[in-house]
């Protein structure tokens, strides 16, 4: 149920799409258009995205750590588009131009390889996990269109198409199914410098349940899960402004690296 009227989502809609397009970044929504529910966020990402004319070639998922969940609340994990022009293998390289405000996550992630369509009930994670190709390791460049993101209430990032920007795959994880992904260690690195462990296992999320509430949301709000599509499911180090730096690398132990560059 929706509290905000077509014309409010059209208004949000709206100034989203010119944040978009002049690559600038607000102090938060405005009061009368602000979404306060997730049904009220998607319904203006959906905007937002067929405005902008996105095809995505993945998923970015946030707000799915233990810690997070709870935060959210009844809001839940948030889920944005993942635009196929700024999916890239590794080595990758953006101009810093191509985003607004750039955040670098090294990430836990999926490859579908096969689709899941929309259907009446929803996907057991059995189903899900047998439609997947590999596990994989990546960096997700998340991009928000805020001044300060980490103050911003989870609707108006989910509005933000969840902010996200551009994913760089990387090495599949051999033996996926038969081991704990939140024990791969990580080791974040910035124009050669390290400047970040991974996270612990306490403080990343459960992976095969990401997987699965994303095919059953996708599925609800879209076309559903495609192959090929890429499923990020939460930084697995911590997050880092892009700032000066101009390449960063991720270590992921047992799987291999995944680096990203820079051009101003």
Same mark, same amino acid.
């Given at each position: 149920?929706?509290?905000?009227?077509?014309?409010?989502?059209?208004?949000?809609?709206?100034?989203?799409?010119? $944040?978009?397009?002049?690559?600038?970044?607000?102090?938060?929504?405005?009061? /009368? $258009?602000? *979404?306060?529910?997730?049904?009220?966020?998607?319904?203006?990402?959906?905007?937002?995205?067929?405005?902008?004319?996105?095809?995505?070639?993945?998923?970015?998922?946030?707000f799915?750590?233990?810690?997070?969940?709870?935060?959210a609340?009844?809001?839940?994990?948030?889920?944005?588009?993942?635009?196929?022009?700024?999916?890239?293998?590794t *080595?990758?390289?953006?101009?810093v131009?191509?985003?607004?405000?750039?955040?670098?996550?090294?990430?836990?992630?999926?490859?579908?390889?096969?689709?899941?369509?929309?259907?009446?009930?929803?996907?057991?994670?059995?189903?899900?996990?047998?439609?997947?190709?590999?596990?994989?390791v990546?960096?997700?460049?998340?991009?928000?269109?805020?001044?300060?993101?980490?103050?911003? *209430?989870?609707?108006?990032?989910?509005?933000?198409?969840?902010?996200?920007?551009?994913?760089?795959?990387?090495?599949?994880? *051999?033996?996926?199914? /038969?081991? /704990?992904?939140?024990?791969?260690?990580?080791?974040?690195?910035?124009?050669?410098?390290?400047?970040?462990?991974?996270?612990?296992?306490?403080?990343?999320?459960?992976?095969?349940?990401v997987?699965?509430?994303?095919?059953?949301?996708?599925?609800?709000?879209?076309?559903?899960?495609?192959?090929?599509?890429?499923?990020?499911?939460?930084?697995?180090?911590?997050?880092?402004?892009?700032?000066?730096?101009?390449?960063?690398?991720?270590?992921?132990?047992?799987?291999?690296?995944?680096?990203?560059?820079?051009?101003?």
């Amino acid at each position: 149920m929706m509290a905000l009227s077509d014309q409010q989502i059209a208004q949000a809609t709206e100034i989203l799409v010119n $944040c978009h397009r002049n690559r600038q970044a607000l102090p938060g929504m405005p009061a /009368d $258009c602000t *979404p306060t529910t997730a049904a009220e966020a998607m319904a203006i990402q959906l905007a937002l995205n067929g405005e902008l004319g996105v095809q995505p070639a993945g998923w970015k998922v946030g707000f799915t750590s233990a810690a997070l969940l709870e935060k959210a609340g009844d809001i839940g994990p948030m889920l944005g588009a993942m635009p196929v022009d700024l999916v890239r293998a590794t *080595p990758a390289t953006f101009s810093v131009g191509d985003f607004t405000r750039p955040i670098i996550e090294f990430e836990i992630g999926y490859r579908m390889g096969a689709d899941l369509p929309p259907r009446d009930s929803a996907y057991s994670e059995a189903e899900v996990l047998a439609a997947v190709d590999s596990a994989i390791v990546g960096i997700e460049i998340a991009d928000p269109h805020f001044d300060d993101v980490f103050s911003q *209430p989870v609707p108006n990032l989910i509005a933000d198409n969840g902010v996200a920007g551009g994913f760089i795959s990387g090495p599949d994880i *051999p033996n996926w199914r /038969d081991r /704990d992904l939140a024990e791969i260690a990580i080791e974040a690195f910035a124009d050669g410098e390290k400047v970040a462990d991974g996270m612990t296992r306490d403080e990343r999320c459960d992976a095969p349940w990401v997987v699965t509430w994303t095919a059953n949301q996708v599925a609800r709000y879209g076309d559903g899960l495609k192959a090929g599509d890429y499923i990020t499911t939460g930084a697995a180090a911590p997050p880092a402004a892009l700032g000066s730096a101009r390449e960063w690398q991720g270590r992921f132990d047992g799987v291999g690296d995944v680096t990203v560059r820079f051009t101003d």
